[in-house]
């Protein structure tokens, strides 16, 4: 299954094979809440850092840290479109944001957005050394073609859809 990413702009964080991780390791994440457990850093965009952790349940998710939300006001406006809109989404083509977080402590300025984790994007399986077959393609066309229509009937429009905001699994 392809999953299409959010709407904010988000960095390549998941990591499918070892070959497909970078050579320059994070530094391991801080603790964020009781509810979760960071695991280690798996990316970084223009929007924050993610890192991938595990529930109270066991279940993998992916957390972004928005730092400094409230800074920059379009940037606020963003994060609270990206927010709302994934309240509403739900397809399994589209990743889906499962809890929003103040930070822990006193101070309010950053904002986590916790979401589904998923095995790869759509960047990293065509900048493998695996080789890509016909098959492979149509079938990450089709996912692909499945959330943006789904987006569509929505009334969303998604102005960035790049390789490495499509997030999905192999199988």
């Known amino acids: 299954m392809l999953i299409l990413c959010s709407l904010a702009s988000l960095a390549a964080f998941f990591r499918l ?6 050579s320059l390791t994070p530094p391991s994440p801080p603790k ?3 509810k979760y457990t ?5 990316g970084r965009g223009a929007y924050g850092v993610v890192v991938s952790a595990v529930n109270a ?20 406006k ?8 994934l ?14 977080m103040k930070p822990p402590g006193s101070l309010f300025n950053d904002l986590y957005m916790v979401y589904e984790l998923c095995d790869t994007d759509l960047h ?10 016909s098959a492979h393609c149509e079938f990450f066309l089709y996912q692909l073609l499945r959330g943006l229509m789904y987006l569509h009937s929505a009334g969303v429009l998604h102005r960035g859809a790049l390789a ?5 699994t192999l199988s």
């Open 87 to 100: 309240r509403h989404l739900k397809h399994e083509n589209v990743i889906s944001l499962l809890d929003v």
């Open 124 to 133: 990293q399986v065509i900048r493998s050394p695996q080789p890509l077959e």
């Open 32 to 34: 964020i809440s009781n």
């Open 57 to 76: 349940g066991g279940e993998r998710v992916a957390i972004k840290r928005v730092g400094g939300v409230f800074e920059n006001v379009i940037d606020a």
């Open 164 to 168: 490495p905001r499509m997030r999905g």
């Open 78 to 85: 963003r994060t609270l479109r990206e927010i709302q809109l």
């Open 38 to 42: 960071p695991l280690r850093v798996i």
């Open 17 to 22: 094979l070892p070959h497909l991780t970078p």
